[in-house]
């Protein structure tokens, strides 16, 4: 699709502050005082937003589908001067102008059209719908334009246009970039992290717009006033709540967060909102006093029904948030604060991440480079010894590495022909045999057996490809996020989680589809698929993934393909041999096969994958691991080698 008519689907959420209020503008003093505890805070996006499309355009402009804003349009040359004078004069649309002036002045891009389809976000209620249309704008920008940024970059380019205009807004407002995640920002002078956080269980939350007003600007100008220094008993009260007092908070809500224990997570936000009243309110007790908001705290009618509750964004009485027991009691909560309040409460219930619980090995290629020995014994049957002393055929190894991730539901796609042979694999031997054999390896022959309680066969009856394959097992993964490994390679970890757990783990954390990673020689490229992209992480092991390039030249991918780290300016990473695909995978390969669209005669995975990545976006994860190749003489030589040996 010729890039200047490409169309982009953008969705951003407003975004909840769980805890740790104020933290991000009190954590930025620390370039001044050293002595101020870093800011920490979790922030979660919300399940409401604003939902857009976008196109390229010779100019900047804004126009609506939904009735609150039908007449309303707005469109401007991308001339920085123009923009940065309507940010200055303030108004909703002066956060798109302080935006796009922003990467006007930092990158060569022409203008963008966004056509606002939906918004069901509450604005000026303390869920940060500028945050939400300003990092809109910078993904627009980001995506149309190939900036290759990452979502932290997004957040940046979010937060500097914002600051074009009068709201001056705090740093971890544009943590909707994340979606409808809880994450940890910290704060430490001018330095942001963002590191994803792992539900164990729902929390069913409970935001009402307390109806009220509050001065945003009082609060801040009146909390600033302690900083950077406490020169009084109320100063040092204000530094110890948002500073060591606000650390312990935060540090105690992710264990709770991550154990599953919600109970004590309600009461957290009790006790966090005492502190805060009591050593944060009286630096401005005209505006934190909030009656109303603490009528909502105090109310008794709602404790049968949750298990906490507090402010949100700067205090005040803007909006108030409730920790409901479970689904049921969410909804009472709705229903009293509606009737008996008069306020119009909405929902949102933060899920764990969709349990990667499910494997697929593609083995049904006859191994034409393994030929003839693959005439009389399958490439995934060759043995390798493994680390543990026992000689073991390849496709053992990768199904006890599985389990030991935890990975119980396999799925091997095998011809038709082929699955007396499997079984085979699984039977029992003879007890005259098995009485020979040494404990350790009685205890692994015992393993095997059981292995056929956790193997599903899927049949690929015509060979149309790696991708062709993988859609087999379509009914197998339903729906569900699937991890994907090749039959003729096997992983050996340099950590304490073995490779599949590193990419299960992954998965939790970011729920997109994975590509894993290793670093390979320049002159290697031709072999691989080439992957580039910009860091999404400081320990530089995730890549939010920019193109997926199938055997690139050296020369193409010494133009278009390094990607720069802390210690090598130049790097290229090629896949590693598994991958996370999701159901947004399977629906792309589908319309491939459907479509006919073919790579080199085949239905392949990386096309699908490519399409996926532009569409809803894709991750890449360096293993902290080695992997080793089965599928080329030489290469199962080498492996045959040096195996486990590092």
Request: hydrophobic share 35%.
């Amino acid at each position: 699709m010729d890039n200047n008519s490409e169309k982009i689907d953008l969705f951003v959420p407003g975004r909840l502050c769980l805890i740790g209020e104020h933290s991000d503008w009190a954590g930025l003093y620390k370039t001044i005082n050293s002595e101020i505890v870093s800011g920490c805070a979790i922030v979660t996006g919300i399940e409401q937003g604003i939902y857009a499309r976008a196109v390229r355009s010779d100019e900047f402009s804004i126009d609506y589908e939904i009735s609150q804003f039908k007449d309303s349009l707005f469109n401007c040359p991308m001339d920085c001067e123009k923009l940065k004078q309507i940010a200055k004069d303030g108004g909703f649309f002066s956060y798109c102008a302080g935006v796009a002036s922003y990467i006007k002045e930092h990158y060569n891009v022409g203008g963008v059209h966004i056509t606002i389809t939906k918004m069901d976000l509450p604005i000026k209620s303390g869920l940060s719908s500028s945050a939400a249309i300003c990092v809109l704008v910078a993904r627009a920008f980001n995506l149309l334009y190939k900036l290759n940024c990452n979502t932290m970059g997004e957040m940046f380019m979010a937060y500097y246009g914002e600051q074009r205009t009068p709201s001056r807004c705090g740093r971890l407002d544009q943590a909707c970039a994340y979606g409808v995640k809880p994450v940890e920002m910290v704060f430490d002078g001018n330095e942001i992290s963002v590191k994803p956080l792992v539900l164990k269980k729902e929390m069913h939350f409970v935001i009402a717009d307390l109806k009220s007003h509050k001065n945003t600007i009082k609060i801040l100008g009146d909390l600033n006033r302690s900083f950077p220094f406490a020169e009084s008993e109320l100063d040092k009260n204000v530094h110890d709540a948002l500073g060591p007092d606000n650390k312990k908070f935060v540090t105690k809500a992710i264990e709770f967060m991550e154990q599953g224990d919600n109970e004590s997570f309600g009461k957290l936000m009790i006790e966090y909102q005492k502190n805060f009243d009591k050593k944060v309110m009286p630096a401005c007790p005209s505006e934190l006093e909030a009656p109303i908001l603490h009528s909502i705290l105090f109310d008794e009618n709602l404790k049968k029904w949750i298990y906490g509750a507090k402010g949100v964004g700067s205090q005040g009485d803007g909006t108030v948030q409730i920790l409901a027991k479970d689904e049921q009691c969410q909804k009472q909560v709705v229903e009293y604060l509606k009737k008996e309040k008069g306020l119009e409460p909405f929902t949102l219930t933060l899920r764990p991440p969709k349990k990667l619980g499910k494997a697929v090995i593609p083995v049904a290629g006859f191994g034409t480079r393994m030929f003839p020995v693959t005439k009389y014994l399958k490439k995934d049957f060759l043995p390798v010894m493994d680390t543990d002393g026992i000689l073991k055929p390849v496709i053992l190894i990768l199904l006890e590495q599985l389990m030991n991730a935890g990975i119980e539901d396999i799925c091997l796609v095998i011809d038709e022909n082929e699955k007396p042979l499997y079984d085979s694999l699984f039977k029992s031997i003879p007890k005259e045999y098995y009485d020979k054999l040494s404990d350790n390896k009685k205890k692994y022959e015992d393993f095997v057996e059981l292995l056929k309680n956790h193997i599903t066969y899927v049949f690929q009856k015509e060979k149309k490809g790696f991708g062709h394959a993988v859609y087999q097992t379509l009914d197998f993964a339903s729906g569900e996020p699937v991890l994907l490994l090749l039959g003729d390679m096997i992983y050996h970890t340099l950590s304490e989680k073995n490779c599949m757990e590193q990419m299960i783990k992954v998965y939790e954390e970011y729920e997109k589809p994975i590509i894993s990673m290793q670093k390979v020689d320049k002159q290697d490229v031709i072999h691989y698929g080439i992957m580039t992209g910009s860091w999404d992480n400081k320990e530089q092991t995730i890549l939010k993934l920019g193109s997926i390039i199938e055997k690139p030249t050296v020369d193409y991918a010494e133009d278009y393909l390094s990607v720069a780290t802390i210690k090598d300016k130049e790097n290229y990473y090629a896949v590693f041999g598994q991958y996370v695909i999701t159901k947004d995978v399977y629906e792309q390969l589908g319309k491939n096969i459907e479509n006919n669209v073919l790579e080199k005669g085949e239905i392949q995975l990386t096309t699908a994958l490519e399409q996926v990545r532009e569409r809803t976006g894709m991750i890449g994860y360096v293993v902290n691991g080695i992997s080793y190749d089965v599928g080329l003489p030489e290469k199962y030589i080498e492996t045959v080698k040096n195996y486990g040996k590092k």
